[in-house]
């Protein structure tokens, strides 16, 4: 069974200009989440989509969005780029009323320059 | 009320030695109580995990105890190695609502 598969795994962007990161969760989850890592910050949730909606919301400024696609396949943009947003972004998927049991892909790390 | 409070942060033990790190809650409507490993450069990969109804849980040498009454549950890592150093995290989730909350992460380092 194929694990979860994150792209791009490496990306270089300047300040103002917009991300996006993919995320194929594994075949039969359809819930979806996405995180973001910085060191000492620990796992920071942006949000989660289950069947194309989105369920949850973390605390992050508008310019944070995702969307989920109906094979289950997420998408999140980060727009206006900024220095603050270097991170690793990690996307997580899951069976339905399994939260606790996240399958984690490898991450994007985006470096904002 | 939503949080899960881990420690320490850091930790360094000796090849062999005893590695533990302790969680605590608040909201007694958690479920679920799982831990996570993430080695460098690598997404977090589920450890293990215990229920509130069990006050222990042992895989080979990765235990969880858990106490219920002070709603706190920590980690022991028994002949710690060189490759259990690792990040790791607790983490509490609620089945109904289909949440998990995440501790801060401990960054543990054992010495060869």
């Known amino acids: 069974k194929a694990g979860v598969t994150q792209t791009p795994r490496y990306l270089i962007k300047t300040r103002g200009q917009q991300v996006t990161l993919s995320c194929s969760p594994i075949s039969g989850h359809r819930s979806v989440s996405w995180y973001q890592q910085t060191p000492g910050q620990g796992l920071q949730f942006l949000f989660e989509?289950?069947?194309?909606?989105?369920?949850n919301k973390g605390n992050f400024p508008g310019r944070f969005s995702g969307r989920q696609f109906s094979n289950s396949r997420s998408e999140m943009n980060v727009s206006t780029l900024e220095l603050g947003d270097s991170a690793l972004y990690l996307c997580?998927?899951?069976?339905?009323?399994?939260?606790?049991?996240?399958?984690f892909g490898e991450g994007s790390r985006l470096t904002v320059l | 009320q939503q949080q899960v409070k881990q420690s320490p942060q850091s930790l360094i033990v000796q090849k062999g030695g005893i590695s533990i790190i302790n969680c605590a809650y608040e909201n007694t409507a958690f479920d679920y109580f799982p831990w996570y490993q993430q080695f460098p450069g690598k997404g977090p990969a589920l450890l293990i995990a215990i229920r509130p109804d069990v006050s222990e849980k042992k895989e080979g040498r990765f235990t969880i105890s858990f106490n219920k009454s002070a709603k706190q549950f920590s980690l022991h890592i028994m002949d710690s190695q060189p490759g259990d150093s690792a990040t790791y995290f607790c983490a509490a989730s609620k089945t109904r609502d289909d949440k998990i909350i995440f501790g801060k992460g401990t960054r543990l380092h054992i010495l060869p």
């Open positions: 989509y289950f069947s194309e909606t989105q369920r």
């Open positions: 997580a998927s899951n069976r339905q009323g399994r939260a606790g049991e996240l399958f």
